[in-house]
Structures are given as C-alpha cells and as structure tokens.
C-alpha cells in the first residue's frame, strides 16, 4: 500500500510527500501581472506540500483573461517569480508553473492595452467576468486565429517554459480545463473550425497535444497535465468525453509526462479516475473532494499516485503536519478569495 507521507518521483522531479497543492487563482498580482512580495510568503509557507502546483499564469498577454493574475512573459515577472521559487526550494519544496492562456475567457479591461482577445472560433463565451476597473463585464468576443498564427500561439507555450525554468520552476504544467484555450480548441461549441484545428476529435486535440510537443522540447521529464473530462465551466460543451480524452490522452503516450493531474468529473456517469487510469500509464495527481482520510484511501488502494488539495490549502498552510498528525483543518473566508492584500492570503496560521 503506498501512503501520503512517502515519497514520489514524478518524470524528473522528486517529491517528498503526495500531498499536492493545487493551483488556485488568488488575484494578487499587480496590474501589469507581475507577482507581488506577498506571493513569495504564501507560496513559501505552504512549501512542505510534496508539490505546489502554482496558479494559473499567463504565457503571453494576451493569454492573460482575469484581474490581477501573473505572466511569465516579462523580466519584472520573472525575476519575482525567481524569489518565489528560491522561497519553496530554500523551504524545502517544489514547485511548478500552470500555463493558463484564457482564450475567449477574458476582458479587455484585464488585459494590456495592445493584448487581444483570441479563440480557435470568433464565438463569444455565455457569462461575465469581473474587472477592477469596470466592474462586472460580458466576456470579449474574441478574434479566431488565422490558420499561420496558431503555431506562435504554440511558440508561447515552449518560451513560457523556457521562461518557468529560467524562473527555477521544477516544470511546468498545462492546464487544459475550465474552458480555457486548449479545451476551447477540444470543445465543439467553441470550436467551429472546418481546418485542420477543426471538426472530428483527432482535429480538436491537435492544439493540446501540439502545446505538449513544444512543452516537452524545452523540458521533457518536467511537462504535465490538467484536465477535467466533462467540465463545462466558462461555456464550453463535450458531448463525448470518453472519445474526446481517449484521443488526447492516446497522442501523448510519446511525451512521457511528467504526471496527469485529473479533476473528478462533475459528470455522474463518467468517472475520470478509473478513465485516467485506463488511457495514460504514468502517474495520476487526483484532484476534488479529498480529506486526508479520503485521499490516503484513494492512494492505498491505488487510485493514483497523488492526491491535490486546494480548499485545505487556503487556511492551512501546515496541511501536511496536519493531515499528518490528525490535527483540525482550519475554514477559509470566502470573502478575501480575491481580494488584494495579505488579508485572507498570509495571514492564516498554522497550528499552535
């Protein structure tokens, strides 16, 4: 039986425990999505996480969709994102940098002034999203990219890794849910494509697995994966998810991924777990209504290889001695989620 507290290697990078962190939006970059010095002490107070998985962060501007969330495109970013790493590391932890490229999931109010807002199809998302500077907006009606600009949309993703590691992330992971621009190209809603990005699956998953490709060029043993088979947040509609993620999963066997992390499916009647386990052969983070009591369950019995908490990492930044030593788990405030400031970030404590 493998435990919680044991030790993993994931592709190239060695964890000290399985209890992951998962990424969390927490909107406290600044304007220009640069990372503030308040990050760098609420990723290092939770680095006894065997792997923090940070927030999602923008590869490019124009990949940037909400308020306040961090790029790695720029020296500014880096150079804070270096002492977040160096903050973890020195703590004893990894860490690695999600690449979220909104697409359509974006305002023009949260972006820079020559950033656009694009899509694989010039089809607006239902629902709106907030701004600092203008309050609640619809989502941009996005531009569709041309067939010649997608490979640089690609490009992207290879120097936003290039980037994470110059910033001394331990790898990168992409993440390829919540209606974002990956699962934006896989969906057949937001996906009118007739090219070779469009129409039947083995076209949809083209962009997903060509990302991965340019990924796994600059750090293979270090590139991963997030997905949520089913998952229709920010619009986004699968009527297959079996045959959309067979052909994903099935094109990346040659990639040798670091892990899969898999959120369970809202979907009733799809259990992503056991489908994960079916169609990729490395290691499995499991993700979304884990205790600790759940999650050393889960991994005795084989179900993966690691188990991610967000929730329990809000207000416990000492998760792990925690879950170790059977100790309560702190509530969070859901009112300073994303507010700015140290408020409802730093400021829990950790177990007297």
């Given at each position: 039986?493998?435990?919680l507290?044991?030790?993993?290697?994931?592709?190239?990078?060695?964890?000290?425990?399985?209890?992951?962190?998962?990424?969390?939006t927490?909107?406290?970059?600044?304007?220009?999505?640069v990372?503030t010095?308040?990050?760098?002490?609420?990723?290092?107070?939770?680095?006894?996480?065997?792997?923090?998985?940070?927030?999602?962060?923008?590869p490019?501007?124009?990949?940037?969709?909400?308020c306040?969330?961090?790029?790695?495109?720029?020296?500014?970013?880096l150079?804070?994102?270096?002492?977040?790493?160096?903050?973890?590391?020195?703590?004893?932890?990894?860490?690695?940098?999600?690449?979220?490229?909104?697409?359509?999931?974006?305002?023009?109010?949260?972006?820079?002034?020559?950033?656009?807002?694009?899509?694989?199809?010039?089809?607006?998302?239902?629902?709106?999203?907030?701004?600092?500077?203008?309050?609640?907006?619809?989502?941009?009606?996005?531009?569709?990219?041309?067939?010649v600009?997608?490979?640089?949309?690609?490009?992207?993703?290879a120097?936003?890794?290039?980037?994470?590691?110059?910033?001394?992330?331990?790898?990168?992971?992409?993440?390829?849910?919540?209606?974002?621009?990956?699962?934006?190209?896989?969906?057949?809603?937001?996906?009118?494509?007739?090219d070779?990005?469009?129409?039947?699956?083995?076209?949809?998953?083209?962009?997903?697995?060509?990302?991965?490709?340019?990924?796994?060029?600059?750090?293979?043993g270090?590139?991963?994966?997030r997905i949520?088979p089913?998952?229709p947040?920010n619009?986004?509609?699968?009527p297959?998810?079996?045959?959309?993620?067979?052909?994903?999963?099935?094109?990346?066997a040659?990639?040798?991924?670091?892990?899969?992390?898999?959120?369970?499916s809202?979907?009733?009647?799809?259990?992503?777990?056991?489908?994960?386990?079916?169609?990729?052969?490395?290691?499995?983070?499991?993700?979304?209504?884990?205790?600790?009591?759940?999650?050393?369950l889960?991994?005795?019995?084989?179900?993966?290889?690691?188990?991610?908490?967000a929730?329990?990492?809000?207000?416990?930044?000492d998760?792990?001695?925690?879950?170790?030593?059977?100790?309560?788990?702190?509530?969070?405030?859901?009112?300073?989620l994303?507010?700015?400031?140290?408020?409802?970030?730093?400021?829990?404590?950790?177990?007297?």
């Open positions: 039986m493998t435990g507290f044991e030790s993993l290697q994931l592709g190239d990078i060695a964890l000290a425990n399985r209890v992951v962190m998962a990424p969390m927490r909107s406290r970059a600044d304007a220009e999505a990372p010095p308040i990050m760098i002490e609420y990723y290092r107070q939770r680095a006894s996480a065997g792997l923090i998985v940070s927030e999602g962060i923008g490019s501007r124009h990949g940037i969709g909400y306040r969330t961090p790029g790695i495109y720029t020296a500014r970013q150079a804070v994102w270096r002492q977040v790493t160096d903050a973890v590391h020195e703590a004893g932890g990894r860490i690695v940098a999600q690449l979220m490229h909104c697409g359509r999931a974006a305002s023009r109010f949260n972006k820079a002034a020559d950033a656009e807002t694009v899509a694989p199809s010039a089809v607006q998302a239902a629902g709106r999203i907030f701004t600092d500077a203008a309050g609640m907006q619809d989502f941009d009606v996005p531009r569709a990219l041309s067939l600009e997608i490979p640089g949309v690609i490009e992207e993703y120097t936003a890794t290039r980037n994470a590691l110059e910033a001394g992330f331990d790898g990168v992971e992409l993440h390829c849910t919540s209606g974002y621009l990956p699962m934006q190209f896989m969906a057949t809603n937001s996906n009118l494509r007739t070779a990005y469009g129409g039947p699956v083995q076209h949809r998953v083209r962009f997903t697995i060509e990302a991965l490709e340019a990924m796994t060029a600059v750090a293979r270090r590139v991963s994966m949520c089913g998952n947040f619009d986004v509609l699968d297959d998810p079996a045959a959309t993620y067979a052909a994903l999963l099935s094109s990346t040659h990639l040798q991924l670091a892990y899969l992390h898999v959120i369970r809202p979907r009733r009647d799809f259990d992503a777990f056991a489908f994960a386990r079916g169609h990729f052969a490395g290691p499995l983070i499991l993700n979304d209504g884990f205790d600790g009591a759940s999650a050393a889960a991994l005795a019995e084989g179900h993966g290889a690691a188990v991610s908490f929730r329990h990492y809000i207000g416990n930044p998760l792990v001695r925690r879950l170790r030593e059977g100790l309560p788990l702190a509530g969070l405030n859901p009112k300073t994303y507010t700015p400031g140290p408020v409802g970030y730093t400021d829990y404590p950790c177990a007297g």
